[in-house]
């Protein structure tokens, strides 16, 4: 999961030992880091783009000289972005080349010839998928099968497999199997019923 893995990256730790074991879960800011080491160190530090470590807080994290989040997943357009704490603000455009840009822009700033750390949180490839219009169309001529365990979903909690089908379905490039519909409208209600709004989306039945 992207948290966890997150925080891993932070403190070297597995998720077991950092405690971050979800998407939901704030980042245990006494924990030590590698920019709270490099910062301490007298590196200039810097983190643009997802965190998603506490699915509503946007506020500077430990380590970070400067800080540029959103409030939980964040969109692929036209995301809104909280600038170092201050007042939050829409930056339009794909959300993978406008941290890219803010991430080259701070580069650019002057620091004063000190050392410097800069974390990169990009949103892509996170699902669901949706691709800069320029490249929307890049790979149509590559066939990349599902493996077999992609849909075996069905032991998971029942807002997971409701978030995953309502949003896989929307990309309209599959049909959910009967074997698979069927166990998930009875865990996930909501999807018992054809909805027209999601593309590709099949008409569960009992």
């Given at each position: 999961?992207?948290?966890?893995?997150?925080?891993?990256?932070?403190?070297?730790?597995?998720?077991h030992?950092?405690?971050?074991?979800d998407?939901?879960?704030?980042?245990?800011?006494?924990?030590?880091?590698?920019?709270?080491?490099?910062?301490?160190?007298?590196?200039t530090?810097?983190?643009?783009?997802?965190?998603?470590m506490?699915?509503?807080?946007?506020?500077?994290?430990?380590?970070?000289?400067?800080?540029?989040?959103?409030?939980?997943?964040?969109?692929?357009?036209?995301?809104?972005?909280?600038?170092?704490?201050?007042?939050?603000r829409?930056?339009?455009?794909y959300?993978?080349t406008?941290?890219?840009?803010?991430a080259?822009?701070?580069?650019?700033?002057p620091?004063g010839?000190?050392?410097?750390?800069?974390?990169?949180?990009?949103k892509?490839?996170?699902?669901?998928?949706?691709?800069?219009?320029?490249?929307?169309?890049?790979?149509?001529?590559?066939n990349?099968?599902?493996?077999?365990?992609?849909?075996?979903?069905a032991?998971?909690d029942?807002?997971?497999?409701?978030?995953?089908?309502?949003?896989?379905?929307?990309?309209?490039?599959?049909?959910?199997?009967?074997?698979?519909?069927?166990?998930?409208?009875?865990?996930?209600?909501?999807f018992?019923?054809?909805?027209?709004?999601?593309?590709g989306?099949?008409?569960?039945s009992?």
């Amino acid at each position: 999961m992207c948290s966890p893995s997150r925080a891993s990256i932070l403190t070297g730790l597995y998720a077991h030992a950092h405690g971050v074991l979800d998407n939901f879960t704030e980042y245990p800011e006494e924990l030590p880091t590698w920019p709270k080491a490099l910062r301490a160190a007298g590196y200039t530090t810097a983190y643009i783009g997802k965190y998603h470590m506490g699915e509503e807080n946007d506020d500077v994290r430990g380590g970070f000289d400067y800080f540029v989040t959103h409030r939980g997943q964040g969109k692929y357009y036209d995301s809104e972005f909280r600038f170092h704490g201050g007042p939050r603000r829409v930056v339009p455009g794909y959300y993978t080349t406008v941290v890219t840009d803010m991430a080259l822009e701070w580069l650019r700033r002057p620091k004063g010839g000190k050392p410097w750390a800069l974390i990169l949180g990009h949103k892509a490839a996170h699902s669901f998928y949706y691709p800069e219009p320029k490249f929307a169309h890049a790979f149509d001529h590559v066939n990349v099968p599902y493996p077999a365990s992609a849909f075996q979903i069905a032991d998971n909690d029942a807002w997971y497999a409701s978030g995953w089908i309502r949003g896989t379905a929307s990309t309209g490039r599959f049909r959910l199997p009967q074997e698979l519909a069927r166990p998930l409208a009875r865990r996930c209600p909501g999807f018992r019923r054809h909805d027209p709004g999601l593309l590709g989306h099949y008409p569960f039945s009992r």
